[in-house]
C-alpha cells in the first residue's frame, strides 16, 4: 500500500533502496510494474503447473522483493514458505497475483480487500471472457477492488514483465535471457502475449522496458499504461496489440499525447468479422468498425501494423535507429535481384529512391570497373570485381551515407561475406552517420544469416532475414515521421 | 552433341545406364540438365573464385560425370587435369560452363562451336545486362551458338541445379545438403537465384528437383523450362522470379498449359516505376505494364507473390499438401488472439470460416469444462484444461478434421508443448485426412520452434514460424484451385 501513498514521482532507480526520489514518474499503476513484494495465490508444487511457473519464473529473474506464496494445502514451495492465506502473511502486501479457477477468486479478492493489498494481477480466466455468469463476476471483482482502492491487471492476462525491476507475474516459462532494453509491449490476451515474448526473448536481441498483458481490463486498460510509459525513462517506443478499446476517448487522448514522444505501433484484431466474431469469444472485447479504429490511429499519429511481424520489425527498427529526417532512401546491394525488388517495395511504402550526387557517383566510379553503371540501387559486385568482396559495400555505403540526397539506407548483404571481419566496417559507418537509420538483410546461408545478426545488431544496427521485413521497419520510421510531422 | 540426336524421349532414370529408354521427356534443353559431361572455361584453383567453387560445388554434389576444366595456365586443380582449351579435350563435350570476362567469352563460344559442344551456360555478365556494347556482343553470341545448333543459358547467371542427376553449375559456394525434391525454381538473375538457393538450402526442408538460373535470357527462356517441367517427373510444383519475359506469347502459352498439372507462382519485379529501372541496369530486361502482367498471371492460372518468402511459402504448401477440395477452414489454436488475427487473414484472403457440424461441436465439448464455448476458431485451452495440453489439440484437430464442413485447417501450436511426444499424434491425422490441406504455426520459444519444424515436417506438415506466412501458404491452395477451377 505504502507506494501509493508514496511522494509522487519515484523514479525505480531508487526504489529498492527505500529512497523515494522524486523522478518524473507518477502514475498510479507505477508500483504494479516494481512491487516491493508479491503474493502468488494458487501457488503450487507440480512443475509446469501456473502456480508453480510463476514462483520459479520469479526466482529465475532475480526478483529482489519478498515473495508470499498462498495455499492452505502445503507448506513449502521451491525452498519458501507457503502461507494458508493472503491474511496470514506478516506485513503490507503490495501485490497479489491471483492464479485459482475463476469461482475461487472473489474470495480471494476480498481477502486482499481486507489485507489492504495495492494491487491484484489476476490471472485467471472465466469472467467478461465467458460471458453470461462471468460478467456479472468481473463487475463484482471490480466493485470489491475499487472501494478497497486496489488496481486490478486483468483477469484473463499474464500480466507484467520488467526486466528492470526484475519482475514478472508471467506464467509462461521463461527460457532465455530476458534483455533489459527499450521497447515496451502492451497485449491485450494473455497467452498471445506470453508466447509472443517467449519469441521475442528467444528470436531478437532487442531488448523490453516493460510488458503488460491487460486481458479483459476490468480496471486498468491502454490508456493508463500510455500515460505511464510516457514517463518510463526506460521505454523509447511501444507495440500495442489490441482487441477492443476500452474507452475510446481516453484511448486516444493518451496515444495522440504519448506517439509524440515515443512512437507506438499498434496490430488490432478483428478487421473482419470473422475475427471479430473469435475476439468476442475471447476476451469479451467489441472490436468495433476497423474504419473508425483505422481513424484513431492517424489521429494518434500510431502506425498501425498488420500482423505480427511488423510489430517486430517496427520495435526492431526503434530500438536502434532514429526517426529518419526525410523520406529517401538510398539501396546498396550485392542482388540487383534484391534491388529492384526492395525498390518496388520502398516506392509502393511511399519511400523515394533519389538520384544520387555526381559526387558520390564519381567516388563510386572510381572503385568501379569501365563498364559499371552506378545509381540508385548501388550495385556492389561491380565495385566488388576491382576491390574486393568487403571492399564493394564499404565503398558504395561510404559514399552513400554520405549523400545528401539520402535520408536512410537499406543494405542487401550477401553471405558470401562469410567472417565477421568483412562486415566490421559497418560499426564505424553506423557511428557517424547517426542521424540516418540503416537496416540490414542478410541473403543467403541462413546460418550465416544467424552470426552476422549476432555481430551487427551488437553494433546497433537492425538486421532482417526477410527482404520484405527489413522494409517494413524503414516504412514504420517513414510512417511515423509522416504522421507526426506537423504535430511537433 | 549425341543427346540432342537421341531418341526422343529419354528420361533421366536410364540416362546414366546410357540406354536411351523412351519416357515421357523429349524437351530439347532437358540434356542442360543432366549433361554426360561438363567443360568449365575459366577455372580456378583460387578458393572462392567463381571457376573454383563450380568445380568444387560438382564434386561435393558427387557429379557421376566427367569434369573438364579448361585453363591455359594451369595443369591441374582440386586433383583434376585441366586443358588449355576446349579443342583439347578428348571426346565429345556436351555441356560447357564459361566463367571469363566478357571480353574473352566469344573467342570461347567459337571453339566451343568448332568443337560441337551441346550447349553453353555462360555465367560473364557484360552483356545485354550492361547494354551499349554488351548488347551487340551478346547477338554475336547468340548468332555464333545459333549457327552451331549450341544451347545457351545465360548470359549473366548461376545457371543449373538438378539435385537428381546430381549436377550444378552454381557458383555459389553450397554448403548445406541439397535435398531432392519435388519444388522446382526458375529465376531470372543469377545472384539472386544462388543466394536464394542457398536460403532455401539451409533454412528450409522441403526439396528441389530443378533450379534454372536463366540470367539475360538471350537464348533459353521461361517458357521452354516451363514446358521441359511439364514432363519433369520430380517436379510438383514451380516457383518463378522474372524481371522480364522474353516472349509473352509462348510464356503466357507456356504457363498456362503447365499450370494445369503443376502449380505456377511466380514473383515479378518492375511493379513501380523505381523497380523496372534497377531492373533494366540489371538483366536489360524491360520489365512491361504491370497490369498486363497480372492479367497474365489470371490467364495462366498462376498464383502471384508479393515477396520471395511468399514464393517459399507457396512451394513449402505445394511440396507438402494437396490442392484444397474447397475454401472452409477450421482453426485449432492455443491463442485466440492468434486465431482472431488468423481468422481476419483468411477472411480477407478469401477463406471461408464455417461454422461446425454439430457432431463436432458436441464431441469437442464431452472433452471440456462446462464453461467452454465451441467454435471456430477452436480455443484448445478448456480443452487442455480437463484433459491435458497434447490432448486438447489432437481431440480438437480429430473433431476439425473429420468434419464435413472443413476443407483445410491451420493449427497455432504453442510452445508449451516441447516434447516431439507431445505434437506425434499429428504424424496419424495426416495420413488419416490426407486430402485436407494442414499447416502448423508454432507460436513461442525459437528453439522449440526449430525442433517442432524438423519433427512435422517430417512427417510431411508444412510449419512456419509467422501467422502470416503459414495463412499464405493455405492461401497458395485456394487461389491455386480458384484460378484453375474452370479449367480442369
Given at each position: 500500500m505504502f507506494l501509493k501513498t508514496a511522494p509522487i514521482g519515484y523514479t525505480s532507480i531508487d526504489y529498492y533502496s527505500?529512497?523515494?526520489?522524486?523522478?518524473?514518474?507518477?502514475?498510479?499503476?507505477?508500483?504494479?510494474?516494481?512491487?516491493?513484494?508479491?503474493?502468488?495465490?494458487?501457488?503450487?508444487?507440480?512443475?509446469?503447473?501456473?502456480?508453480?511457473?510463476?514462483?520459479s519464473n520469479l526466482k529465475k529473474l532475480?526478483?529482489?522483493?519478498?515473495?508470499?506464496?498462498?495455499?492452505?494445502?502445503?507448506?513449502?514451495?521451491?525452498d519458501m514458505p507457503v502461507y494458508p492465506s493472503v491474511d496470514a502473511i506478516p506485513g503490507d502486501v503490495e501485490l497479489a497475483v491471483i492464479a485459482l479457477p475463476a469461482h475461487l477468486v472473489l474470495d480471494v479478492v476480498r481477502d486482499c480487500a481486507r489485507k489492504r493489498v495495492g494491487g491484484l494481477v489476476i490471472i485467471s480466466s472465466g469472467f467478461s471472457d465467458v460471458g453470461g455468469e462471468g460478467v456479472w463476476r468481473q463487475q463484482e471483482l471490480?466493485?470489491?477492488?475499487?472501494?478497497?482502492?486496489?488496481?486490478?491487471?486483468?483477469?484473463?492476462?499474464?500480466?507484467?514483465?520488467?526486466?528492470?525491476?526484475?519482475?514478472?507475474?508471467?506464467?509462461?516459462?521463461?527460457?532465455?535471457?530476458?534483455?533489459?532494453?527499450?521497447?515496451?509491449?502492451?497485449?491485450?490476451?494473455g497467452m498471445f502475449a506470453g508466447l509472443m515474448l517467449q519469441h521475442i526473448i528467444t528470436a531478437e536481441r532487442f531488448g523490453l522496458s516493460k510488458v503488460a498483458g491487460l486481458g479483459n481490463k476490468a480496471d486498468v486498460a491502454d490508456h493508463e499504461v500510455l500515460d505511464y510509459l510516457e514517463h518510463d525513462e526506460a521505454t523509447k517506443a511501444i507495440m500495442l496489440y489490441v482487441e477492443g478499446v476500452k474507452d475510446g476517448r481516453k484511448f486516444l487522448e493518451a496515444a495522440r499525447r504519448v506517439s509524440r514522444t515515443k512512437p507506438?505501433?499498434?496490430?488490432?484484431?478483428?478487421?473482419?468479422?470473422?475475427?471479430?466474431?473469435?475476439?468476442?469469444?475471447?476476451?469479451?472485447?467489441?472490436?468495433?468498425?476497423?474504419?473508425?479504429?483505422?481513424?484513431?490511429c492517424r489521429q494518434a499519429g500510431m502506425v498501425r501494423a498488420g500482423n505480427f511481424n511488423e510489430l517486430v520489425d517496427f520495435a526492431k527498427m526503434f530500438a536502434y535507429q532514429p526517426v529518419s529526417q526525410g523520406s529517401r532512401i538510398a539501396i546498396v546491394t550485392i542482388s540487383m535481384g534484391a534491388g529492384a525488388l526492395a525498390a518496388d517495395m520502398c516506392y509502393q511504402g511511399g519511400l523515394e529512391i533519389p538520384e544520387l550526387n555526381p559526387a558520390t557517383i564519381r567516388r563510386i566510379k572510381e572503385n568501379s570497373p569501365g563498364w559499371a553503371v552506378v545509381r540508385n540501387p548501388v550495385d556492389t559486385e561491380p565495385i566488388?570485381?576491382?576491390?574486393?568482396?568487403?571492399?564493394?559495400?564499404?565503398?558504395?555505403?561510404?559514399?552513400?551515407?554520405?549523400?545528401?540526397?539520402?535520408?536512410?539506407?537499406?543494405?542487401?548483404?550477401?553471405?558470401?561475406?562469410?567472417?565477421?571481419?568483412?562486415?566490421?566496417?559497418?560499426?564505424?559507418?553506423?557511428?557517424?552517420?547517426?542521424?540516418?537509420?540503416?537496416?540490414?538483410?542478410?541473403?543467403?546461408?541462413?546460418?550465416?544469416?544467424?552470426?552476422?545478426?549476432?555481430?551487427?545488431?551488437?553494433?546497433?544496427?537492425?538486421?532482417?532475414?526477410?527482404?520484405?521485413?527489413?522494409?517494413?521497419?524503414?516504412?514504420?520510421?517513414?510512417?511515423?515521421?509522416?504522421?507526426?510531422?506537423?504535430?511537433?
Open positions: 527505500g529512497r523515494y526520489s522524486v523522478g518524473q514518474n507518477n502514475s498510479p499503476i507505477g508500483f504494479l510494474f516494481e512491487p516491493r513484494n508479491v503474493a502468488v495465490v494458487g501457488a503450487s508444487r507440480t512443475p509446469g503447473k501456473i502456480g508453480n511457473v510463476i514462483l532475480g526478483y529482489k522483493g519478498s515473495i508470499y506464496p498462498v495455499n492452505p494445502g502445503m507448506q513449502e514451495v521451491l471490480l466493485e470489491i477492488a475499487r472501494s478497497a482502492g486496489m488496481r486490478v491487471i486483468g483477469p484473463n492476462t499474464t500480466g507484467l514483465l520488467n526486466p528492470y525491476a526484475p519482475f514478472t507475474t508471467t506464467f509462461d516459462t521463461i527460457k532465455g535471457e530476458v534483455r533489459a532494453g527499450s521497447i515496451a509491449f502492451i497485449s491485450q490476451t507506438i505501433a499498434v496490430l488490432k484484431v478483428g478487421s473482419t468479422e470473422a475475427g471479430a466474431r473469435a475476439a468476442l469469444s475471447h476476451t469479451g472485447s467489441i472490436t468495433g468498425d476497423d474504419r473508425v479504429f483505422d481513424a484513431v566488388a570485381e576491382k576491390m574486393g568482396q568487403p571492399e564493394g559495400y564499404r565503398i558504395a555505403l561510404e559514399a552513400v551515407l554520405a549523400d545528401g540526397n539520402v535520408d536512410m539506407c537499406l543494405v542487401v548483404i550477401g553471405t558470401m561475406l562469410t567472417d565477421e571481419h568483412d562486415i566490421s566496417f559497418m560499426e564505424r559507418l553506423k557511428k557517424e552517420h547517426p542521424e540516418k537509420p540503416l537496416a540490414v538483410y542478410v541473403i543467403g546461408d541462413d546460418n550465416i544469416y544467424r552470426r552476422h545478426f549476432q555481430v551487427l545488431e551488437g553494433y546497433g544496427i537492425p538486421v532482417f532475414s526477410a527482404l520484405d521485413r527489413a522494409i517494413n521497419g524503414l516504412l514504420a520510421l517513414h510512417r511515423y515521421r509522416r504522421l507526426n510531422a506537423d504535430r511537433k
